[in-house]
T-cell receptor
Framework: SQQGEEDPQALSIQEGENATMNCSYKTSINNLQWYRQNSGRGLVHLILIRSNEREKHSGRLRVTLDTSKKSSSLLITASRAADTASYFC???????????FGKGTKLTVNP | ETGVTQTPRHLVMGMTNKKSLKCEQHLGHNAMYWYKQSAKKPLELMFVYNFKEQTENNSVPSRFSPECPNSSHLFLHLHTLQPEDSALYLCASSQEVSTNTEAFFGQGTRLTVV
């Protein structure tokens, strides 16, 4: 299975701290994407990193990709209570129509 | 607002009912998707449509029947569902299916089968 697996499954931190979530996958990919989901709602795309990229930034988000280890990490710096949500990685194999999601990391940021 | 609208937001139906979920996107995208999200399970891809043609059916039971009349609209027709079909059904769209593009999701339909 190409499915990504996020780690940890749940993470609880204090406001202002950094949150790091990891994703591992099994097959070669074209790109890896991170999404956020507030409870019971749709997913919102955060960032996409291509297989030939190693790091990408967007505001307080930093994503790294290590294709040799088939892993990615999402770092949220200076977290806020509003960052509380579930975060998913999704992978797309080259030429594939499937965007395959992991089970997600549930992040709780305590005020 | 992601540009992908799903209706209804909530649906309760009996096992003998027939209902339909609707998805509409105003983004000019050519690919549309149905996903199922159950508690404690990863999102499951159900169907993929590219330029109105179904290109993926991920071994979905026939009690789920998709319809894509045009690139902007996607339906999921439901009949004789089971209680285990209760889940959040998410529609998504993307510019194309096999490029470096992200998917835009609707808010989902929370389905409860009683």
């Amino acid at each position: 299975s190409q499915q990504g697996e996020e780690d940890p499954q749940a993470l609880s931190i204090q406001e202002g701290e950094n949150a790091t979530m990891n994703c591992s996958y099994k097959t070669s990919i074209n790109n890896l994407q991170w999404y956020r989901q507030n409870s019971g709602r749709g997913l919102v795309h955060l960032i996409l990193i291509r297989s030939n990229e190693r790091e990408k930034h967007s505001g307080r988000l930093r994503v790294t990709l290590d294709t040799s280890k088939k892993s990615s990490s999402l770092l949220i710096t200076a977290s806020r209570a509003a960052d509380t949500a579930s975060y998913f990685c999704a992978t797309r194999k080259g030429g594939s129509e499937k965007l395959v999601f992991g089970k997600g990391t549930k992040l709780t940021v305590n005020p | 607002e992601t540009g992908v609208t799903q209706t209804p937001r909530h649906l309760v139906m009996g096992m003998t009912n027939k209902k339909s979920l609707k998805c509409e996107q105003h983004l000019g995208h050519n690919a549309m998707y149905w996903y199922k999200q159950s508690a404690k399970k990863p999102l499951e891809l159900m169907f993929v449509y590219n330029f109105k043609e179904q290109t993926e059916n991920n071994s979905v039971p026939s009690r789920f029947s998709p319809e894509c009349p045009n690139s902007s609209h996607l339906f999921l027709h439901l009949h004789t569902l089971q209680p285990e079909d209760s889940a959040l059904y998410l529609c998504a769209s993307s510019q194309e299916v096999s490029t470096n593009t992200e998917a835009f999701f609707g808010q989902g339909t929370r389905l409860t089968v009683v």
